[in-house]
């Protein structure tokens, strides 16, 4: 089955101890992207990767780490979690190189994350 | 970033037809027309994107305005599984918004029994 995998599905952590939400997907996408939602303010773009080693920045990078070493997989990094990161985030990926080209993306199950 | 506009919320009966309107009058010419719903406790869902002509798929169908400053996903037969929140959404070519899917608030769909 197509899919985007997020692991954990639930986080629960402290401050300052660094954590990774993987996310891979099965479907040979080039374009893949992090995003959190949080309530008021929908969903924001974090990082976002339009091919193997090329990433970028989104609308609200700080705090966060991103790779891509292989075309599957995106792992989200927060080297030194704080609350206000406390969100639930979503991996998503595309067959093109972003939504500009005529494809349509594919959104994970979600993670939510808790920082104490 | 492009911008739209969708209404907060609106309510339809089981079998009907639902007709969501969304505007988008700054939509540049090369950017695309999205639409995703999202269930409680699950991930954006993709239902259908478009850029000039109208556009059907098994979910919805997409009409888009001539001048391509509106849209309307059309659900021919709504059900009590099609209850969401519908966004639609531009997505950008240009610059640092390359890609990127900005996503409003969109409009909660209430389907009644």
């Known amino acids: 089955e197509a899919q985007v995998t997020q692991n954990p599905r639930y986080l629960i952590t402290v401050t300052g101890k660094k954590l990774t939400v993987t996310c891979s997907q099965n479907m040979n996408h080039e374009y893949m992207s992090w995003y959190r939602q949080d309530p008021g303010l929908g969903l924001r773009q974090i990082y976002y990767s339009m091919n193997v080693e090329v990433t970028d920045k989104g609308d609200v990078p700080e705090g966060y780490k991103v790779s891509r070493k292989e075309k599957r997989n995106f792992p989200l990094i927060l080297e030194s979690p704080s609350p206000n990161q406390t969100s639930l985030y979503f991996c998503?990926?595309?067959?093109?190189?972003?939504?500009?080209?005529?494809?349509?993306?594919?959104f994970g199950s979600g993670t939510r994350l808790t920082v104490v | 970033d492009a911008k739209t506009t969708q209404p907060n919320s609106m309510e339809s009966n089981e079998e009907e037809p639902v007709h969501l309107p969304c505007n988008h009058s700054t939509i540049s010419g090369t950017d695309y027309i999205h639409w995703y719903r999202q269930l409680p406790s699950q991930g954006p869902e993709y239902v259908i994107h478009?850029?000039?002509s109208n556009v059907n798929n098994r979910m919805a169908s997409l009409a888009i305005a001539e001048d391509r400053k509106s849209s309307t996903l059309i659900l021919h037969r709504a059900t009590l599984r099609d209850a969401a929140v519908y966004y639609c959404i531009l997505s950008e070519r240009g610059g640092t918004s390359y890609g990127k899917l900005t996503f409003g608030q969109g409009t909660i769909l209430t389907v009644h029994p």
């Open positions: 998503a990926s595309s067959l093109g190189q972003g939504g500009a080209t005529p494809y349509g993306y594919t």
């Open positions: 478009g850029l000039t």
